[in-house]
């Protein structure tokens, strides 16, 4: 979803239900909304994955056996950025522990055994809606810092990948053919602009912001 992973959906109580049985659907949604929880249920695996684009990063209690696609498919079509997004907590009943095991391998985040008490998914669903949090702030300082390097110029960018991979600003001048005081004149031009005093500063920040360093064509 294009717009989720902002500072606006950090704070997420958003719990999605996926159950073909219409009583326990309900069930776990009074449970959830008296605890202070959005729940919102879904009862297909197909109206749930319908609907995913267009909902709030959130965790998902996610029944393992249902009609046609089945929690372990649900995983299966789920990329691992979705599944920071919508962490997914498997509900199984009596003699599905090794599936849920299976599950948790694909990228499943817990499973509770039917029948759970409320403490038991209460405490599962904090862990996860934690982590999904984690993410949305991960991913936001990451944007953010991608706007700055963003305001560089082509140049600046170009001196910043000759230093970055082990250049002098003599050599970087030479690459670039150009003065060794202009490569200067860029270099302190990009530290001020990505608010940084060191090249080592300036490499950590391209880092974090998942920038690949490139040298010039």
């Not at 249920?41 to 009609?67: H, I, K, N, W, Y």
């Not at 996860?128 to 991608?146: G, I």
Request: glycine share 6%.
């Amino acid at each position: 979803m294009e717009d989720s992973t902002t500072a606006a959906f950090i704070g997420s109580s958003y719990v999605y239900i996926v159950d073909d049985e219409e009583s326990v659907r309900e069930a776990i949604s009074f449970l959830l909304t008296s605890a202070g929880y959005q729940a919102r249920c879904f009862s297909s695996a197909a109206e749930f994955m319908a609907a995913r684009a267009l909902l709030r990063p959130g965790a998902v209690l996610l029944d393992l056996r249902m009609p046609e696609t089945d929690g372990l498919g649900v995983i299966a079509q789920s990329p691992e950025e979705v599944r920071s997004l919508y962490p997914m907590i498997m509900m199984t009943g009596e003699g599905d522990l090794a599936t849920a095991v299976d599950a948790m391998k694909m990228g499943a985040e817990d499973f509770l055994e039917k029948p759970f008490d409320a403490e038991a998914l209460i405490k599962s669903l904090n862990q996860a809606l934690s982590k999904v949090d984690a993410f949305v702030k991960r991913e936001e300082n990451r944007r953010q810092l991608r706007i700055t390097i963003d305001r560089l110029t082509p140049r600046e960018r170009d001196v910043l990948g000759l230093l970055v991979n082990g250049m002098s600003n003599k050599h970087a001048a030479l690459e670039l053919g150009i003065s060794f005081r202009t490569v200067e004149m860029h270099r302190a031009r990009m530290f001020q602009r990505l608010g940084v005093k060191t090249l080592a500063d300036a490499v950590k920040l391209a880092m974090q912001a998942g920038v690949d360093l490139w040298l010039p064509a």
